[in-house]
């Protein structure tokens, strides 16, 4: 089985190109489970899927999280396999990629530059608290899509300097608050200048902090847009994997586009020899 490992901004990916390979669609769960571990396998944040479109795109995207959960959609992903198919002739430089939450367009600025525009927001509770072990954090929650990708913005002062162990444990205790039904990617924020954030994000599926995230920064920006604390243009967005890039378009109290522009690394190209792999696709239960 042929696979590239890319990354966006330091969120890394494995794509197969089920176009050629024909695996049954039962075992990417497994699949991305084994790939995914650091040490034991090739390791990476998640698996990406290339598939026959069905919604009228150029290609569909599979996308499963490193737990082997289904993700409605993630941007630094769609970022990776809009490059991924452009460079093996399945689309243009402008690209439309079905996903499981509706329909992305991708476009290609340079060799490495990549913009997409992310599913449109579909809710957005600027309000919306959380309790947590009897404190009281500011909180707004975004769906992005059609099921919705959910994500909780929540403010953290000195967010650099926080402490590592403590911050993931709030962020998992949010991620599974009992008011967020489908759980959430939690997206911790500072304000660091004009139009400048700096973002760190607790990811449902990988359960633990990520070097970046696609749609929690489009998300984050999005509430930052409508309380006016940023211009929605090219607002930079840090992050420890780098800097993205993120435009809100701001009709009256909504946001009507979102769009968000990043660089993308192919890491390697190669074939997957994994043994565990190999038993794992081929027990029955899969």
Sequence with gaps: ??????????????????????????????MARTLCQRHLSIGADGLMVVEAPTAGGDYKMLFYNSDGSIGEMCGNGARCICRYGCENGLAGDTQTVETTAGIVTGQRIDSRL????????????????????????????????????????????????????????????????????????????????????????FERGVEDFTYACGTGTGSVVAVLTLTGKVSGQKVRVNMQGGQLLIDAERVYSHIASLYLTGPTNIVCKGEVTDEDLSCAINTPSV
């Design 114 to 201: 990549y913009r997409i525009r992310l599913n449109d927001p579909t809710t957005v509770v600027l309000d919306h608290p959380v309790e947590v072990d009897g404190v009281r954090y500011a909180c707004s929650y975004v769906e992005l899509g059609d099921p919705g990708l959910p994500h909780a913005v929540v403010p953290y002062h000195d967010l650099k300097n926080a402490d590592e162990n403590e911050l993931r444990e709030l962020g998992r205790k949010i991620r599974h608050h009992a008011s967020f039904p489908k759980g959430a990617n939690v997206n911790f924020y500072e304000i660091t200048g004009e139009d400048e954030i700096y973002e760190r994000t």
């Design 1 to 30: 089985m042929k696979f590239w490992k890319m990354n966006g901004a330091g969120n890394d990916f494995l794509i197969v190109n089920n176009l050629e390979e024909h695996l049954p669609v039962s075992c990417f769960p497994q």
